[in-house]
């Protein structure tokens, strides 16, 4: 219990000293305070990355900081339509900011993927914000802050960016590769689960912030309408476990009309149904990485499937399936450093392919089958959803003996994460604070109200 509280102690005050003042207030974290790095952008203070420090920081009341990194977050967001391409679309929320002094004033510099790998824009900063608005509503109380016509705006702009009309008939979000956590190319270009959840996440977030006013009707029902398609697409199209494997290994191709069953004509060749059978528990199941024209993604992506838990996006069967599956396979999935992102990873030629030969994202490393210690909060809020507390508790117990003796390290390498990442900064932010979010939901379940949600049908 001593080296407990020592731990709890010693993260709490680096997730103080991370903390980036503007104008005398609060506005968020940086990345990391990694005294060894050359800054590169950790000191800048990342939307995705925040996200567990600002719910954190509202189960502790201190909800100034996340009012505070709302404003300016919205502030920053482009309110005009851009013409010029290269520019960050009207709407979009920032990947992440930082102060400056310029002439001796403090300025916000938002950076909205023009200094990203691969500059590409970040999708889930939107549906994060959305989440993150509606935690602090849930929290403070602060109705009025919500209902501000720059809120309201705000909300109805990231909409739009979010429902523009598209050329596919599918409920699902259209994005590239790199526009999420897994911000590098994985071969996740389409509609990769990951997005989707926090699309499902964000859009019910969304339906509860918007005032019901006669301008608001309109989107509201265009909303209602939207989460049930997408939630019944996931649910029915996404799912894998060993009953729809049998169904997609009879499968028949080039079906037409209506009435056809294989709907994405999926080739059966193309599963790896050997490695499938043997991995997956009778008892288990999830919902696939990706799913597209003639495409399953069969790799597991531990976000995807966590918030589709956390959000109710997963049914209660399935939810309990995709715990099975982690308990069945904790070696693989949780192995030494709770948890890892993907399973399994991309090796040789899959690898060269789908990542370029990216020598970060080398196998069992970084995003392509690294462990990564924030994981552990959606881990624990997942479980906590379903009365499997007990399952993330295990989980913590074992991040607790690393977590400080490597120094809060970023990820983790190797195939059960035993090796701190090969390029991993330390002291990083999510990690302490993903670690102190998680042992607050293990304190307190209820705590799992500010940002989970009820099912819906």
């Known amino acids: 219990m001593i080296a407990e509280q020592l731990l709890l102690e010693e993260a709490e005050q680096l997730l103080e000293k991370s903390i980036i003042y ?36 509202l189960i502790k009341g201190r909800t100034d900081i996340v009012r505070n990194f709302l404003e ?79 809120f309201q705006e705000g909300i109805r702009l990231i909409l739009d960016l979010c429902l523009v009309t598209k050329f596919d008939m599918y409920p699902t979000l259209l994005v590239p590769d790199g526009a999420s956590m897994i911000d590098r190319r994985m071969g996740m270009y389409g509609y990769p689960l990951d997005i989707q959840s926090l699309f499902y996440a964000g859009l019910c977030a969304a339906r509860e912030l918007l005032y019901p006013n006669k301008d608001n009707q309109k989107i509201l029902k265009i909303l209602h309408n939207h989460i049930n398609l997408l939630l019944h697409h996931i649910r029915d199209n996404y ?40 991995w997956l ?41 995709i715990f099975n599956l982690i308990i069945e396979r904790w070696d693989d999935l949780i192995g030494n450093m709770p948890m890892k992102i993907c399973f399994p990873a991309l090796e040789d030629i899959a690898w060269r392919l789908l990542t370029g030969c990216d020598p970060k994202n080398k196998p069992w490393s970084y995003h392509n089958g690294g462990n990564w210690p924030v994981l552990m909060w959606m881990l624990t809020a997942a479980a906590q959803k379903i009365g ?38 330390k002291n990083q932010t999510w990690s302490i604070a993903g670690y102190l979010l998680a042992k607050e939901l293990i304190a307190n379940p209820n705590h799992l109200k500010l940002f989970s949600f009820d099912e819906y049908m």
């Open 22 to 57: 503007y104008q005398n207030r609060p506005v968020g974290t940086v990345a990391a305070c990694d005294q060894e790095l050359i800054a590169l952008n950790y000191d800048q203070c990342f939307v995705r990355d925040f996200i567990s420090s600002a719910l954190f920081f």
């Open 72 to 150: 300016v977050t919205l502030q920053l967001q482009p309110k005009e339509k851009q013409f010029n391409s290269s520019q960050p679309a009207r709407g979009l929320i920032a990947a992440s900011f930082k102060v400056e002094l310029v002439d001796g004033q403090e300025k916000l510099k938002a950076d909205f993927g023009e200094h990203a790998i691969a500059r590409v824009a970040p999708v889930d900063s939107c549906l994060w914000w959305m989440i993150l608005l509606r935690a602090y509503v849930h929290a403070s109380k602060d109705t009025d802050l919500v209902y501000r016509d720059d």
């Open 239 to 278: 799912w894998i476990d060993p009953q729809r494997l049998n169904t997609i290994y009879r499968y028949k191709v080039e079906e037409y009309g209506e009435h056809a069953l294989n709907h994405f004509n999926i080739y059966s060749d193309s599963i790896p149904f050997h490695n499938l059978t043997e």
């Open 281 to 321: 528990p009778a008892s288990g199941g999830y919902l696939a990485g990706n799913l597209g024209p003639s495409q399953i993604d069969c790799r597991f992506f531990a976000v995807g499937n966590l918030i589709a838990i956390i959000a109710s996006l997963a049914t209660k069967q399935q939810s309990e399936a």
């Open 388 to 425: 499997k507390g007990e399952v993330a508790a295990k989980a913590i117990e074992i991040a607790e003996k690393s977590l400080s003796k490597d120094g809060w390290a970023e990820y983790y390498d190797g195939k059960t994460g035993r090796l701190i990442g090969k390029e991993a900064r």
